[in-house]
């Protein structure tokens, strides 16, 4: 063999040896490369799956947050609202006991004030002079005006009976030898016929005259009332229905005074008025 082709032959060998090794390295720097880019995705997929649970966990942090605010913001408000309510409850269950209260302090008051009426008392309303007539002759005499209160009877009184004291539910007018007097009083909430049953068991002595009760004359007064008369000592009453209340007006002299104490008596009860 010709010693050129030999060295031909050896290189064309080499050659295919490289180009046999080159196709190993293609096939190894393929493969090289594969592995690399699946690393590389295997890394970027890592990191996007970090970078979403770092996310998700974010997220549901932020979820907790929200809902834990939330239940307690819950947990506080209708607590707020029972207390309210129980308040206004409580407050509607107390007023009707305030209303009792005061309803009860009400009937107190009135009962008290049914127990322990207004103290009576005597009011002057100025002096005049009138004409009576004592034994056929015309007298002038003095009389005061008076307003008993708290009922506003007005009523005359004879300057001889011109000393008067108030003693509990009476006043009694009296002349300055006390032996002529006038009291008054007022039965409340009662009627003539009862009080004159109870007025006529006060005078059980022994009278030489005894008048049996009789109305008041209706020109006197606009007050419809029943009278009587006793003597020795001359004494007796009268009782007039004023509204829903009894004007009592009882009164006892000597028997000097019997002349002048007649008209006197006529002139207390023109007065009445109320």
């Not at 080499?14 to 690399?36: N, P």
């Amino acid at each position: 063999m010709n010693p050129n082709d030999e060295e031909l032959q050896k290189e064309l060998k080499d050659l295919k040896i490289s180009v046999s090794m080159d196709s190993q390295k293609k096939e190894s720097m393929k493969t090289a490369i594969r592995k690399h880019a699946r690393k590389k995705r295997k890394r970027t997929t890592l990191k996007k799956a970090a970078i979403w649970l770092s996310t998700a966990a974010a997220l549901l942090v932020s979820g907790v947050l929200v809902m834990n605010i939330i239940n307690s913001n819950q947990s506080v408000l209708p607590t707020e609202e029972h207390d309210t309510s129980q308040l206004s409850e409580n407050t509607s269950e107390k007023e009707p006991a305030d209303n009792r209260t005061e309803e009860n302090t009400d009937t107190a008051e009135t009962f008290d004030n049914a127990q322990e009426p207004e103290e009576l008392s005597v009011t002057e309303q100025g002096t005049e002079n009138q004409i009576i007539m004592i034994e056929g002759m015309e007298e002038e005499v003095s009389v005061t005006n008076y307003v008993l209160e708290p009922y506003g009877i007005q009523y005359q009184m004879d300057d001889i009976l011109g000393n008067y004291t108030v003693d509990g539910d009476t006043v009694r007018h009296y002349s300055d030898a006390d032996n002529t007097s006038v009291s008054l009083r007022v039965v409340e909430n009662a009627s003539h016929d009862d009080v004159v049953s109870d007025l006529q068991s006060e005078y059980k002595g022994d009278f030489n005259y005894r008048e049996e009760p009789a109305p008041t004359s209706q020109d006197e007064n606009p007050y419809e009332g029943i009278r009587q008369h006793f003597s020795d000592p001359p004494q007796g009453y009268y009782a007039y229905q004023i509204g829903e209340n009894v004007l009592v007006i009882q009164y006892e002299y000597v028997i000097e005074a019997g002349d002048g104490m007649g008209p006197r008596l006529q002139v207390l009860r023109e007065s009445i008025d109320h």
